[in-house]
T-cell receptor, first 114, second 115 residues
Framework: GNSVTQMEGPVTLSEEAFLTINCTYTATGYPSLFWYVQYPGEGLQLLLKATKADDKGSNKGFEATYRKETTSFHLEKGSVQVSDSAVYFCALSDLKAAGNKLTFGGGTRVLVKP | EPEVTQTPSHQVTQMGQEVILRCVPISNHLYFYWYRQILGQKVEFLVSFYNNEISEKSEIFDDQFSVERPDGSNFTLKIRSTKLEDSAMYFC?????????????FGPGTRLLVL
């Protein structure tokens, strides 16, 4: 079956530091990949996505590149802010159409200190 | 920007009681989902719903669970007889129809506590 593995947190950083959160996946098909973010007290928000190999998703200074050869989709941001403190979830959907379930990783809590 | 809404935000119930969690998906979306997240664990898929019937359900979604779209806007999850292990955050999500429209938009969640 499908699975997503991401690095365990918490990750504690200083403001303006570089952030990387590793995510690897196992899928039977050719999945679409997502990063969702959960800010304190809020629901899951889509951060970015990629649907095919070598695609780069980007949003709010975050980037992730779909690497088929390493089955990875690592999230990066060059200079984090305190407002980036949240839990980040990597997820996949193995069907490029609506209606299919998402498989999530365990989430990585990121804390950015001023 | 359209968003998925959920009510209530928090619910406390006694074991064995029935609860109904409510969701209003994005208005032109056709696919609806429930997920749950037990504290400290992964977000887990429960069920997907399309064209007034269940498309897929997980092993978690047993006979104690049901879903319904009672009107054109609401999507509900009912737990008939709650157990302690049903305590979790429940997320509703919706997505547009069609190929390459697999992005799901989530509501803020309902935190359910079963005592």
């Amino acid at each position: 079956g499908n699975s997503v593995t991401q690095m365990e947190g918490p990750v504690t950083l200083s403001e303006e530091a570089f952030l990387t959160i590793n995510c690897t996946y196992t899928a039977t098909g050719y999945p679409s990949l997502f990063w969702y973010v959960q800010y304190p007290g809020e629901g899951l928000q889509l951060l970015l996505k990629a649907t095919k190999a070598d695609d780069k998703g980007s949003n709010k200074g975050f980037e992730a590149t779909y690497r088929k050869e390493t089955t990875s989709f690592h999230l990066e941001k060059g200079s984090v802010q305190v407002s980036d403190s949240a839990v980040y979830f990597c997820a996949l959907s193995d069907l490029k159409a609506a209606g299919n379930k998402l498989t999530f990783g365990g989430g990585t809590r990121v804390l950015v200190k001023p | 920007e359209p968003e998925v809404t959920q009510t209530p935000s928090h619910q406390v119930t006694q074991m064995g009681q029935e609860v109904i969690l409510r969701c209003v998906p994005i208005s032109n979306h056709l696919y609806f989902y429930w997920y749950r997240q037990i504290l400290g664990q992964k977000v887990e898929f429960l069920v997907s719903f399309y064209n007034n019937e269940i498309s897929e359900k997980s092993e978690i979604f047993d006979d104690q669970f049901s879903v319904e779209r009672p009107d054109g806007s609401n999507f509900t999850l009912k737990i008939r007889s709650t157990k302690l292990e049903d305590s979790a955050m429940y997320f509703c999500a919706s997505s547009d129809g069609g190929l390459y429209q697999e992005t799901q938009y989530f509501g803020p969640g309902t935190r359910l506590l079963v005592l």
